[in-house]
């Protein structure tokens, strides 16, 4: 059987402290066949520590992106999944260790796909979890839920290569299969923004005090995995409202000029 490849699946840790833990990462990823690890502002790196604990997967480290946020991380990603050792206020749509293997095997034929792994002190911000379209929880220990952080990423590389292998034996699930690829994690981020800016201008939102509202509005619109066609039919309906507002700003101010002449 040939070797299954994951060249559309990236791991990603975000602001990672210890470069051991980045070394034993690559080493978790490299024994399962992964390669593409991407390290978002990473607190030591490159660094001997991280070679140490790579042992033989150095070629995973020296291939390793640094970037500085991790929107550059995912911008390109069909699929972004975001680990977590504990539950949120609000709880986004979770996966099983298992149902994220076989999701993120079955996309990455199609687009690129991301797991994103936190800080090892405080994981990953509310923020960065909202940019995601699925949480995954290795169902751990509750009283002692958090695990070292290449251990986790062990855990989801090794659910991926079993779905790989399980793919082989023609036993993968099957997910539905759409006509046009979903948005981007980028263009799902600019989509966010104008209508964050048309809900202020229509005074639905107080940029003072959003709320929860936008949160809400990106879990609902995360939970849908919009295609690029329904993304941009959106985009034009709050172009369309932003130049109805402006439109009838200016008739107003017309109006009240005739008025004060
Ligand atoms: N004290 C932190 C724990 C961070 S552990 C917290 O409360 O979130 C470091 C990282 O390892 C996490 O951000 C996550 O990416 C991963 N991780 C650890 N345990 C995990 C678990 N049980 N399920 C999923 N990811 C886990």
Redesign the pocket.
């Known amino acids: 059987m040939a070797e299954p490849q994951f060249p559309n699946i990236r791991m990603v840790m975000?602001n990672t402290t210890h470069p051991g833990n980045i070394g034993a990462a690559a080493r978790a990823m490299k024994n399962m066949g992964l390669s593409e690890l991407v390290l978002v502002d990473p607190k030591e790196f490159p660094a001997e520590k991280a070679v140490w604990r790579a042992a033989g997967a150095t070629d995973v480290l020296e291939n390793a992106r640094v970037v500085s946020t991790l929107d550059e991380a995912i911008s390109d990603c069909g699929l972004v999944i975001?680990?977590?050792?504990?539950e949120r206020r609000i709880p986004w749509p979770l996966l099983t260790?298992r149902e994220c293997g076989d999701r993120c095997w079955f996309e990455a034929a199609k687009h690129p796909v991301a797991v994103?792994?936190?800080?090892?002190?405080?994981?990953?911000t509310n923020e960065e979890l909202h940019k995601c379209n699925y949480h995954?929880?290795?169902?751990?220990n509750p009283e002692y839920?958090?695990?070292?952080?290449s251990?986790?990423?062990q855990?989801?590389c090794y659910e991926i290569r079993m779905s790989a292998l399980t793919a082989q034996e023609g036993k993968a699930p099957h997910f539905d299969d759409w006509d046009m690829p979903p948005a981007d994690n980028g263009a799902l981020e600019h989509y966010y923004a104008h209508l964050e800016d048309t809900l202020i201008k229509l005074e639905f939102l107080n940029p003072d005090n959003p709320r929860q509202t936008v949160t809400r509005l990106r879990r609902l619109f995360n939970r849908i995995r919009m295609d690029q066609m329904e993304l941009n039919i959106l985009r034009g309906m709050l172009t369309s409202v932003q130049n109805y507002i402006y439109h009838t700003d200016e008739k107003m101010k017309n109006l009240s000029k005739n008025v004060d002449n």
């Open positions: 975000v975001g680990t977590s050792a504990r260790p994103v792994f936190g800080r090892e002190d405080r994981g990953l995954v929880h290795i169902p751990s839920s958090a695990l070292n952080i251990a986790a990423l855990v989801i």
